[in-house]
């Protein structure tokens, strides 16, 4: 699967900066005002990747489109770089497109679910750093309680293979339904359920994006955090929520960027303090980085790859 053109133009970096230079030279006999403002131009030059100017971040739409637009993009912009956000509306095209060379890094899934995904699709993709997460959560559809379970209840869920797993397992943890005993819980499907007597469960499987539009349409729905957002949902509405932090979401590049300027530039404006205190502001009950030591001490050890792998470092 391709995309279709994505414009990559490439832009006049520091154009407004040499209009205002001979603005000023023109309003005086000295040369100064040019001299510094080229100096100016060559400081602001020298802080970004020499090879890299433009970096086209990719994510779904909701809060992590959110991050770049309101924070990211203008601090790499600051650094003297040009950046361009594509949002994307699925799971599968953001890793496609970042093989594919139409994305520079893409920002929008768990671990787990890029392991999967570039084994089965054969693409030489490595994660990087964490980024703020909105838990998956169980959310009111026809019935506003957990209380309110029934015999023959239909619960909708993300249907593709890594999120279906996390919605048995949320599933589970209720009482709902009996998983298999020694199943792989990032990998847990159909096949795995042992016992759905209790209640019948009707599970049904929606594309992620699709799940908070179809919430009138199920008794209880299984919605990613990121969605839930985008559609309106505050957080604190869900029902319940996952308490694992194995799904905290990463960014991904293509292997052969890792160890570049522009990735640690990147990865600098994700942890930077500013970013830090806008998470915490604009995304209450997120789960953060494993990085910024904030509420994470039942996250996975395996799990906490959270700095930039060196140059030619498998980072699974």
């Keep these: 699967m391709k995309l279709t053109d994505i414009s990559r133009q490439l832009a006049t970096a520091f154009a407004a900066v040499g209009v205002s230079g001979l603005v000023l030279v ?12 080229e100096a100016a131009a060559e400081t602001a030059a020298s802080d970004i990747d020499p090879e890299h100017g433009k970096i086209v971040i990719g994510t779904t739409e ?44 893409n920002i929008f899934q768990h671990k787990p679910y890029l392991d999967t995904f570039k084994t089965e699709n054969d693409l030489d993709l490595v994660e990087v750093f964490q980024v703020p997460t909105a838990p998956l959560g169980i959310y009111s ?10 015999e023959g209840m239909s619960v909708s869920a993300p249907n593709d293979p890594s999120n279906f797993a996390r919605a048995l397992v949320m599933m589970d943890d209720l009482g ?47 919605i990613n955090g990121n969605y ?11 029902l319940f929520q996952e308490p694992s932090f194995a799904y905290v979401n990463w960014s991904a590049i293509k292997s052969a960027d890792v160890g570049k300027k522009w990735v640690e530039d990147v990865t600098n404006a994700y942890n930077a303090e500013g ?37 030619g470092e498998n980072a699974e």
Excluded at 26 to 37: D, I, K, L, Q, R
Excluded at 141 to 150: C, P
């Design 26 to 37: 023109g309003c005086s006999n000295s040369s100064a005002p040019e001299e510094n403002t």
């Design 62 to 105: 909701g809060d992590f489109a959110d991050m770049v637009r309101n924070q990211v993009k203008g601090s790499l912009e600051e650094q003297g770089y040009e950046v361009e956000l594509i949002a994307f509306t699925d799971y599968v095209r953001p890793n496609l497109a970042l093989a594919e060379g139409d994305l520079d890094i």
């Design 141 to 150: 559809g026809k019935k506003s309680s957990l209380d309110e379970a029934f």
């Design 176 to 222: 709902w339904i009996t998983l298999k005993d020694d199943i792989d819980p990032l990998a847990a499907s159909k096949n795995d359920i042992a016992d759905n007597s209790k209640y019948n469960i009707d599970i049904v499987e929606l594309e992620a994006a699709q799940l908070p539009r179809a919430r009138d349409e199920v008794d209880f729905a299984v």
């Design 228 to 238: 839930a957002t985008d559609s309106g949902i505050e957080l604190t509405e869900a």
């Design 275 to 311: 970013f830090k205190q806008y998470a915490h502001d604009t995304f209450p009950g997120y789960k953060y980085p494993s990085i910024w030591n904030e509420s994470n001490d039942t996250a996975p050890a395996e799990n906490d790859a959270s700095t930039v792998p060196a140059e």
